[in-house]
């Protein structure tokens, strides 16, 4: 156990609907990445905090995906109008990340499925 | 930006040696970590190199070459259980980690 939880673990919605996923990092960890992975692919970048702040989002983050990390704790990831092509594992990531060599610790992610 | 190849899948006989190859061009580059996938799992930490050279942690070595971006992951006297995907992971800056595609291993009796 890394000691990142995500929840829920898996989550099956219609094509259209919005979906929220919430992730607790490691509590003295300071920052918090969301990456998504599909099958047979390593974890690709969406977005990251370092505390409540949010510092850098991919291309691949479309303007339907929203990440908010209010209290610099806990975050959520939030797809609107979900599409098929949304389907993959949603994985929550969190480290120290004031210096390098910083571990980066990953939870068990969320699968999503849209069908 | 980087730029992130290794093998996509890989085949080793239960107690032989295997090398898992990754090649990179990474901006900013300060070191290489290695991870460990089950199907299913989270990425779990395998090694981190900073330095050009060979780190041994049992039954995993990890190795770099800074000047050639090339580094490899050794596993000895494998396992049933080291069947995973082995994910490659430059480290730019103080940047989040991107991860090469992986590499898929199945090792068979």
């Known amino acids: 156990d890394t000691g990142v939880s995500q929840n829920p673990r898996h989550k099956i919605t219609k094509r259209g609907q919005n979906v929220t996923f919430r992730c607790d990092p490691i509590s003295e960890h300071n920052r918090l990445y969301w990456y998504r992975q599909t099958l047979g692919q390593g974890p690709e970048f969406l977005t990251y905090f370092q505390n409540e702040a949010q510092l850098e989002k991919s291309r691949l983050l479309s303007d339907r995906f929203s990440a908010e990390r209010p209290k610099g704790s806990f975050s959520t990831l939030e797809i609107q109008r979900t599409e098929q092509g949304d389907s993959a594992m949603y994985l929550c990531a969190s480290s120290l990340g004031s210096t390098v060599n910083t571990e980066t610790f990953f939870g068990q992610g969320t699968r999503l499925t849209v069908v | 930006g980087q730029n992130i190849d290794q093998p996509t899948e890989m085949t080793a006989t239960e107690g032989a040696i295997v090398q898992i190859n990754c090649t990179y061009q990474?901006?900013?580059?300060?070191?290489l970590f290695w991870y460990q996938q089950h199907a299913g799992e989270a990425p779990t930490f395998l090694s981190y190199?900073?330095?050009?050279g060979l780190e041994e942690k049992g039954r995993f070595s990890s190795f770099l070459s800074r000047s050639k971006g090339y580094s490899y992951l050794l596993l000895k006297e494998l396992q049933m259980k080291d069947s995973a995907s082995y994910l490659c992971?430059?480290?730019?800056?103080?940047?989040?980690?991107?991860f090469g595609k992986g590499t898929r291993l199945s090792v068979i009796a």
């Open positions: 190199n900073v330095l050009d």
């Open positions: 990474t901006s900013g580059f300060n070191g």
């Open positions: 992971a430059p480290e730019a800056g103080n940047t989040p980690l991107v």
